[in-house]
């Protein structure tokens, strides 16, 4: 008998980590550039920009291969949904020896062929992948394709590209449709917060929305508005204000400052024709009120109308 079947759940979680991996990578490309470029504006060389993202030329490419196989795990666990055994490749002559006398796992057998995943997923599934999707898909296969056989020098992918790759995969596979609740999971669970001393801190949620808070002013920075809008339900010429809920898990870090809130993401804005403000990192909605904050100095005069915390200061105001 075949045994230890991987499931859908099995396929969508190792695919979700894959494009955390890989946003990962590009972001932090696009911090360090954002950290470095104040530093090159004023040097004597030229095309110190094209010099950095030369450089970063293998790295985007390998977090576009791990976006293809991202895909290629999520088309996967679709099809294991349906049966496991369609994703079994080859006749029953080339499958292992003895598998019909000893239990054998799954993984010794030989799996489909990338190139046939979605015929196979559109000939068991109910719904078939839109030729929109497909055109895309076969763009990455190409990539990933020459990543694997060749060195292409020719071949480069710009950041901005792969994010969109990862938000498309996303968008595409995922139920909750909300990146940056994937990016909360994951980082929720990477190496270091995996560590109970360090998840026992009071404050070890801080230092994660800080994280989360930095990545959203950099990515939102790199792509264009329609995608900021499509992916993040964020205007990205439209002006937003801190989230009273992601400041307040910020400022518990240690040696906060309010100080600092000015270098902390803005990601609480009101959409057109809407009263409320909603925070596309958090979910959280709320309105704001136009009253004097209380805070000795501050001259912010609008607050938070649920919880009186200050715009300008982040003071909390009795209400
Ligand atoms: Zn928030
Ligand atoms: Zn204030």
Known sequence: MIID???KEDF???SEDYLNSSWDSVVEL???FDEV???IEDSPHANEADRYWDSAKQTLITSTALVQQAVEFYI???IVDISPYLLISGNPQSWPKNCNKNDTSFSAFRSLDAQ???KVHDSVCEVRFPDKFIQWNERLRI???KVMHTVDKNLSVKPEEVLEFILFTYHHFSDDKDWFKSRKRYLGNSPVNSIRHFKEEANSNAYLVNGLLNEFTVVVQALSPSLVLKYFNFEKKT???HCPDCYKIVSEMDFFDHEFMDGIGETYQQKKGMAVYDCCICNRTGTLIERQCEEEGCEGNKLHADCGMCLSCGFENAL
């Open 143 to 145: 990539i990933r394709n």
């Open 76 to 78: 996967k666990g679709k």
């Open 5 to 7: 079947f991987p499931t």
């Open 12 to 14: 969508f979680k190792t």
């Open 239 to 241: 002006r937003s204000v």
């Open 30 to 32: 696009l911090s360090e």
């Open 37 to 39: 470029l104040g530093l």
């Open 116 to 118: 046939d995943l979605i």
